[in-house]
T-cell receptor
Framework: DGGITQSPKYLFRKEGQNVTLSCEQNLNHDAMYWYRQDPGQGLRLIYYSQIVNDFQKGDIAEGYSVSREKKESFPLTVTSAQKNPTAFYLC?????????????FGAGSRLTVL | AQSVTQLDSQVPVFEEAPVELRCNYSSSVSVYLFWYVQYPNQGLQLLLKYLSGSTLVKGINGFEAEFNKSQTSFHLRKPSVHISDTAEYFCAVTGLGGGYNKLIFGAGTRLAVHP
């Protein structure tokens, strides 16, 4: 079945360490997104990519980095510059030509900084 | 720019009772509207969407929502809830127009269905 796979589901990190969250999709979607979810704040956009080798900052990009070398993959790196990285991270994608931003989400990765 | 306000952070309800989750939006342009559901420790799943046409939109799991342009609202309703409907519900909006239009999410409403 087609879908979005995020890994790992749970991740613990010490302060000062970088960590990379994986997002892979087999839906043949062009556009991919990373959101951060904190309790009571909804979802906030970190980065998005509408095409391979191109990506744009979202609302809270500071302390994060991404790459889009393949259509299927959009990894997110949480760097040591991110001051409060403990959160639930969601990857999503949009089918081409929908024009309506109907997002398909992965199951999420929960990052905890110790 | 668009914004979304979900008026209730938590809604407790008894099983088989009706429920309404409220959502108001603001936008200077025409919009598309969405409701997503999130079960614990999972991603979001699309419940329903309004793109155009009939203002009453039916979705999965017996949910429906009504787009009210004059009141800038998109409230979600279900006539009889089940324990399995316990989840967090997010309203979202995106503006129409040229270029990339970002999807803006509300803060979420936690629906707790009690036996």
């Amino acid at each position: 079945d087609g879908g979005i796979t995020q890994s790992p589901k749970y991740l613990f990190r010490k302060e000062g360490q970088n960590v990379t969250l994986s997002c892979e999709q087999n839906l043949n979607h062009d556009a991919m997104y990373w959101y951060r979810q904190d309790p009571g704040q909804g979802l906030r956009l970190i980065y998005y990519s509408q095409i391979v080798n191109d990506f744009q900052k979202g609302d809270i990009a500071e302390g994060y980095s991404v790459s889009r070398e393949k259509k299927e993959s959009f990894p997110l790196t949480v760097t040591s510059a991110q001051k409060n990285p403990t959160a639930f991270y969601l990857c999503a994608s949009v089918a081409p030509g929908t024009g309506a931003n109907v997002l398909t989400f992965g199951a999420g990765s929960r990052l905890t900084v110790l | 720019a668009q914004s979304v306000t979900q008026l209730d952070s938590q809604v407790p309800v008894f099983e088989e009772a009706p429920v309404e989750l409220r959502c108001n939006y603001s936008s200077s342009v025409s919009v598309y509207l969405f409701w997503y559901v999130q079960y614990p420790n999972q991603g979001l799943q699309l419940l329903l969407k309004y793109l155009s046409g009939s203002t009453l939109v039916k979705g999965i799991n017996g949910f429906e929502a009504e787009f009210n342009k004059s009141q800038t609202s998109f409230h979600l309703r279900k006539p009889s809830v089940h324990i399995s409907d316990t989840a967090e519900y997010f309203c979202a909006v995106t503006g129409l127009g040229g270029g990339y239009n970002k999807l803006i999410f509300g803060a979420g409403t936690r629906l707790a269905v009690h036996p």
